[in-house]
């Protein structure tokens, strides 16, 4: 069994009914803030965790519920959770046993169901629809206010189990076959692990007490139960010394705390105070302090630890108190039946290694010590480590929320399976910022990554302060990765804008057998019949340059461009700002843009070019081009530049001089568009 989906409606950030559908093992919910992370876990407890409080607040309430709704009924909330069969369950097993008063379904999978209602009884209607018609303000806020001091206290909740019209109130203890256990971001792990008459340490530390017995399954209960017996009294036996010694120890000192209860008269009647009593194993729990021993073999109590470090110790302790909860040999009938570990923002107090094994910890873990697991998070570690059928991504648009799956937007197709594998193997800290960015620019490499942000500033449009990532994908992978976001094709693909930014790469080949594709400068595209040309050799620049809706590509203009270098050039043919300290051939850039700004013919452009590779192409592409030749020089310019750029090194120089020494630089038309789309509108 397992929770399978989770519905809401008017609870928080969730107004229209909203359905999440779950996994059987790990969920991890991501997304932007205020997204419904939390919420989700809150629904779960006020379902699943008995000791929970069921009652809301004016803010639990989806504050997108217009006046018109608030004046025609009072509001309400609920939450829904559907239980279904696992897959290898065992008929007629505990978990149906546990639900069997829940069920809406009896076929294979069965199904069960809970809900709950929060609401304002049927005999308050009228008083409600009175007072609140009678309010004639515009202001949300002031129908809320009247809710909250006139009507909220009146409000009641229900649990019901099965179907809902049916009304069958849930059965308390029913409920505590669940064990809900969930850890908030700021908890104090100190006072759990260690205060109170009843800490976590000592639960944990009676269950596993001669754990070597109750595990043996060479011995019977009997045995068992006497084998403890014959401890706990060695026990008592061993210590009888202890308390005699203290008895001797006090022995002058009783007489005068005596000489007390005399004068008092606490002693009336010949009864006098006096010490005696056992020394249990149960009570020398509290004696026991939890110590970190590193390798050198120094011990260092545990609430001097970090709080990072306590909160794995608090983790793991926690899985143990879950597995004592859930061992029907050592609770009986109260033995919990399924067990929910919620962890919200477990990188709060983790660095991103120990965040990787605490997540593969419960991974390899949770079918033995717990049944199901949520875990809410903002971090792209996390979400690294994962497999994208464990994620739940949820964006929030104005006032929805889409939940989208990345593992199911992929088929069992082979196409669709390599993309997935290859998103899973390449899938980063840094290409994970995508699930939680509100739009994406995707590049090709990292001149585009470093550039582009100045560019958008150079335009007044900040990307960071919208919120908008751009991933460098470190190469034509697009394909794969847009899968993810590609909502025409599949509802489960994330709701987000996603503007592409990439190279036509234009080649050719010659017109013989088994010849090769090669480059092609952009401007001989089509010049000589001895060659098969290709304007673009990127696939995904025609898949998607049609498309209308979340996904655009943006890319050089066919025919005349080639690269985002090259566009770059063509864009700023003679700025000798863009020659940079790391670039080979400078003088010669340099020369050629002097030669170019003064309208210097073609051929002495060429004369004062080193003889090379690019040369002699250059020279047999300019036999049969048609251009002009104030469009040939910017060709030219921009082929060179090109030819002698290493990309990562030339980029870093570029950024770092657009922003120390406030360059304008004219942005290529394809770059400047891309930014224009994926910036929202004022």
């Given at each position: 069994m397992y929770i399978s989906e989770l519905n809401l409606e008017n609870y928080r950030v969730f107004k229209e009914k909203i359905k999440?559908?779950?996994?059987?093992?790990?969920?991890?919910?991501?997304?932007?803030?205020?997204?419904?992370?939390?919420?989700?876990?809150?629904?779960?407890?006020?379902?699943?965790?008995?000791?929970?409080?069921?009652?809301?607040?004016?803010?639990?309430?989806?504050?997108?519920?217009?006046?018109?709704?608030?004046?025609?009924?009072?509001?309400?909330?609920?939450?829904?959770?559907?239980?279904?069969?696992?897959?290898?369950?065992?008929?007629?097993?505990?978990?149906?046993?546990?639900?069997?008063d829940w069920l809406i379904d009896l076929e294979s999978p069965y199904k069960a169901k809970i809900t709950y209602h929060y609401y304002l009884p049927e005999k308050e209607l009228e008083n409600y629809l009175?007072?609140?018609?009678?309010?004639?303000?515009?202001?949300?806020?002031?129908?809320?206010?009247?809710?909250?001091?006139?009507?909220?206290?009146?409000?009641?909740?229900n649990r019901y189990v099965g179907n809902p019209d049916h009304k069958n109130r849930l059965d308390s203890s029913d409920l505590k076959k669940f064990d809900f256990q969930f850890l908030s971001p700021i908890r104090d792990v100190e006072r759990d692990l260690y205060s109170g008459s009843k800490t976590l340490l000592k639960e944990?530390?009676?269950?596993?007490?001669?754990?070597?017995?109750?595990?043996?399954?060479?011995?019977?209960?009997?045995?068992?139960?006497?084998?403890?017996?014959?401890n706990k009294n060695k026990f008592n036996q061993d210590t009888k010394p202890l308390l005699k010694q203290l008895h001797q120890r006090m022995e002058a000192g009783k007489e005068e705390i005596l000489k007390y209860a005399d004068k008092t008269g606490a002693s009336f009647d010949g009864s006098k105070p006096e010490f005696a009593g056992e020394l249990l194993d149960t009570e020398m729990y509290s004696a026991l302090?939890?110590?970190?021993?590193?390798?050198?073999?120094?011990?260092?109590?545990?609430?001097?630890?970090?709080?990072?470090?306590?909160?794995?110790?608090?983790?793991?302790?926690?899985?143990?108190?879950?597995?004592?909860?859930?061992s029907g040999d050592y609770l009986g009938s109260n033995a919990k039946i399924y067990s929910i570990l919620a962890i919200e923002e477990p990188e709060a107090h983790l660095h991103p290694n120990m965040q990787y094994l605490f997540l593969k910890f419960l991974n390899d873990n949770q079918e033995d010590e717990v049944r199901q697991i949520f875990i809410s998070s903002h971090s792209p570690n996390i979400t690294a480590a994962v497999d994208l059928d464990d994620l739940i991504v949820l964006n929030k648009n104005d006032i929805s929320v889409k939940i989208s799956y990345p593992g199911r937007v992929f088929s069992q197709k082979e196409d669709d399976q390599d993309s997935k594998k290859y998103i899973e193997r390449f899938l980063d800290v840094t290409k994970s910022d995508m699930f939680f960015a509100e739009a994406l620019i995707f590049v090709e490499g990292i001149s585009e990554s470093l550039l582009v942000p100045e560019f958008a500033k150079q335009m007044d449009k900040d990307l960071i302060d919208k919120h908008i990532s751009i991933v460098n994908l470190g190469g034509r992978h697009f394909k794969h990765f847009l899968k993810l976001f590609d909502l025409e094709k599949n509802d489960a693909a994330l709701n987000k804008k996603v503007a592409c930014i990439t190279d036509l790469d234009p080649v050719r080949r010659k017109n013989e057998e088994n010849a090769k594709w090669k480059s092609c400068n952009p401007f001989a595209v089509n010049n000589d019949d001895q060659f098969e040309y290709k304007e673009c050799s990127n696939a995904t620049v025609d898949k998607y340059s049609e498309s209308d809706g979340n996904i655009r590509i943006y890319t050089q203009e066919k025919g005349k461009s080639s690269t985002f270098e090259y566009d770059l050039l063509l864009s700023n043919p003679c700025n000798k700002d863009l020659i940079t300290e790391s670039m080979s051939n400078q003088d010669e850039i340099e020369k050629i843009m002097e030669l170019a700004e003064s309208d210097s013919s073609i051929d002495d452009i060429l004369e004062v070019m080193n003889k090379n590779k690019f040369k002699k192409k250059l020279k047999k592409d300019l036999v049969n081009s048609n251009l002009e030749a104030d469009e040939l020089r910017k060709h030219i310019i921009a082929g060179r530049f090109l030819d002698s750029t290493s990309k990562a090194v030339v980029a870093q120089e570029l950024a770092f001089k657009l922003i120390s020494d406030d360059l304008e630089i004219k942005i290529p038309?394809?770059?400047?568009?891309a930014i224009k789309w994926i910036y929202p509108e004022p």
């Amino acid at each position: 069994m397992y929770i399978s989906e989770l519905n809401l409606e008017n609870y928080r950030v969730f107004k229209e009914k909203i359905k999440i559908e779950f996994n059987e093992g790990i969920n991890v919910l991501i997304g932007q803030n205020n997204s419904g992370k939390t919420t989700l876990i809150n629904a779960l407890s006020i379902l699943f965790d008995h000791s929970s409080s069921k009652s809301m607040s004016i803010n639990d309430f989806s504050k997108n519920i217009t006046i018109a709704e608030l004046k025609e009924k009072p509001p309400e909330i609920k939450i829904t959770a559907i239980l279904e069969e696992s897959e290898a369950e065992e008929n007629y097993s505990d978990d149906l046993v546990t639900v069997s008063d829940w069920l809406i379904d009896l076929e294979s999978p069965y199904k069960a169901k809970i809900t709950y209602h929060y609401y304002l009884p049927e005999k308050e209607l009228e008083n409600y629809l009175e007072e609140i018609n009678n309010l004639s303000s515009s202001n949300p806020n002031d129908y809320w206010q009247l809710i909250e001091s006139k009507f909220l206290r009146k409000y009641k909740y229900n649990r019901y189990v099965g179907n809902p019209d049916h009304k069958n109130r849930l059965d308390s203890s029913d409920l505590k076959k669940f064990d809900f256990q969930f850890l908030s971001p700021i908890r104090d792990v100190e006072r759990d692990l260690y205060s109170g008459s009843k800490t976590l340490l000592k639960e944990v530390i009676d269950f596993f007490m001669d754990y070597d017995i109750k595990t043996d399954n060479d011995l019977s209960d009997r045995e068992k139960k006497e084998e403890i017996r014959k401890n706990k009294n060695k026990f008592n036996q061993d210590t009888k010394p202890l308390l005699k010694q203290l008895h001797q120890r006090m022995e002058a000192g009783k007489e005068e705390i005596l000489k007390y209860a005399d004068k008092t008269g606490a002693s009336f009647d010949g009864s006098k105070p006096e010490f005696a009593g056992e020394l249990l194993d149960t009570e020398m729990y509290s004696a026991l302090k939890l110590m970190i021993e590193d390798k050198t073999g120094i011990q260092i109590p545990a609430d001097q630890n970090g709080l990072g470090y306590n909160n794995l110790i608090y983790i793991s302790l926690l899985l143990a108190k879950m597995q004592k909860d859930a061992s029907g040999d050592y609770l009986g009938s109260n033995a919990k039946i399924y067990s929910i570990l919620a962890i919200e923002e477990p990188e709060a107090h983790l660095h991103p290694n120990m965040q990787y094994l605490f997540l593969k910890f419960l991974n390899d873990n949770q079918e033995d010590e717990v049944r199901q697991i949520f875990i809410s998070s903002h971090s792209p570690n996390i979400t690294a480590a994962v497999d994208l059928d464990d994620l739940i991504v949820l964006n929030k648009n104005d006032i929805s929320v889409k939940i989208s799956y990345p593992g199911r937007v992929f088929s069992q197709k082979e196409d669709d399976q390599d993309s997935k594998k290859y998103i899973e193997r390449f899938l980063d800290v840094t290409k994970s910022d995508m699930f939680f960015a509100e739009a994406l620019i995707f590049v090709e490499g990292i001149s585009e990554s470093l550039l582009v942000p100045e560019f958008a500033k150079q335009m007044d449009k900040d990307l960071i302060d919208k919120h908008i990532s751009i991933v460098n994908l470190g190469g034509r992978h697009f394909k794969h990765f847009l899968k993810l976001f590609d909502l025409e094709k599949n509802d489960a693909a994330l709701n987000k804008k996603v503007a592409c930014i990439t190279d036509l790469d234009p080649v050719r080949r010659k017109n013989e057998e088994n010849a090769k594709w090669k480059s092609c400068n952009p401007f001989a595209v089509n010049n000589d019949d001895q060659f098969e040309y290709k304007e673009c050799s990127n696939a995904t620049v025609d898949k998607y340059s049609e498309s209308d809706g979340n996904i655009r590509i943006y890319t050089q203009e066919k025919g005349k461009s080639s690269t985002f270098e090259y566009d770059l050039l063509l864009s700023n043919p003679c700025n000798k700002d863009l020659i940079t300290e790391s670039m080979s051939n400078q003088d010669e850039i340099e020369k050629i843009m002097e030669l170019a700004e003064s309208d210097s013919s073609i051929d002495d452009i060429l004369e004062v070019m080193n003889k090379n590779k690019f040369k002699k192409k250059l020279k047999k592409d300019l036999v049969n081009s048609n251009l002009e030749a104030d469009e040939l020089r910017k060709h030219i310019i921009a082929g060179r530049f090109l030819d002698s750029t290493s990309k990562a090194v030339v980029a870093q120089e570029l950024a770092f001089k657009l922003i120390s020494d406030d360059l304008e630089i004219k942005i290529p038309d394809y770059i400047k568009e891309a930014i224009k789309w994926i910036y929202p509108e004022p």
